[in-house]
């Protein structure tokens, strides 16, 4: 008896299998991929192999990684020369940094060691330890989100730097791995996803990708060098609405706007 209906499952099976593969397309399908449009073009220091990037109080902000290479800079937008400087211990791999009140707090990659520094002198003020790999920090209300490398982003008291939480960061359901650096823009989290031209932007409340922007062709404009020159490092002007974004030993720092089309 089941043999007659056999092949009437089968085909049942597969429109089954079809219908929710076309649905989660259809899902993925609905996340936005947005171009953009350089609005303004300035330098930036090709020798700085950029991990983390803000801007506050008129200046840019940077810290850059690679051993004996690591350092964190203030520099206005027209001019490379660091205003004030201060460099990380050359056995550890520099990261991410995030303003919190008078101080900037910075990660290294995998030595579990985090700095605090004077935010206008960059002199330093103390260290902290933590688990796992430092990758990006961006804050917002009193919550320090950071990324390390994986799809979900650890959320830190910037008081003590205790783990208080975590997000997973997904696309239609599916884990965004590779977060780098971050900027809360907006009510958004924007990262950067290592080795791509893509940042996401992220809904804080959910983890979900919300929209994508695609940077391709702006490393080619920037003459990265090398194969790991990639896309990192977005920075946010609120009083200006101006976003920032370069990367690893780029000769240029773009302000940028997402170009959606109509």
């Not at 990037?53 to 902000?61: E, I, Q, R, T, V």
């Not at 290294?108 to 605090?116: A, K, Q, V």
């Not at 804080?204 to 940077?215: E, L, M």
């Not at 020159?229 to 370069?246: Q, S």
Request: glycine letters at 10%.
């Amino acid at each position: 008896m089941m043999d007659r209906f056999a092949p009437v499952l089968r085909l049942a099976l597969a429109a089954l299998i079809l219908a929710l593969v076309s649905g989660m397309s259809a899902a993925r399908a609905e996340v936005p991929v947005c171009g953009y449009r350089v609005v303004k073009t300035y330098p930036h220091d090709p020798s700085a192999f950029t991990e983390g990037l803000f801007y506050a109080d008129g200046s840019l902000f940077e810290s850059t990684g690679k051993l004996g290479q690591s350092r964190i800079f203030k520099r206005s937008l027209a001019d490379t020369k660091p205003l004030v400087e201060a460099q990380i211990d050359p056995t550890f791999f520099g990261e991410g940094i995030v303003l919190w009140k008078d101080q900037i707090i910075s990660l290294t990659w995998r030595d579990g060691l985090g700095y605090r520094w004077d935010s206008k002198t960059l002199k330093q003020l103390g260290y902290f330890r933590y688990a796992g790999e430092g990758w990006a920090m961006t804050i917002h209300d009193g919550t320090i989100y950071q990324s390390d490398g994986s799809s979900r982003l650890r959320l830190r008291d910037p008081e003590t730097m205790e783990q208080t939480g975590s997000l997973a960061v997904t696309d239609a359901g599916e884990p965004v791995r590779n977060l780098n650096e971050l900027e809360w823009i907006d009510g958004e989290i924007w990262a950067n996803v290592w080795l791509t031209d893509r940042i996401a932007r992220i809904d804080p409340a959910t983890g979900h990708v919300t929209g994508w922007i695609d940077f391709t062709g702006l490393r080619d404009e920037a003459g990265a060098p090398d194969y790991d020159a990639v896309l990192n490092g977005i920075a946010y002007d609120p009083e200006g609405k101006r976003i920032f974004v370069t990367g690893k030993n780029w000769s240029k720092l773009f302000q940028v706007e997402p170009d959606c089309g109509k």
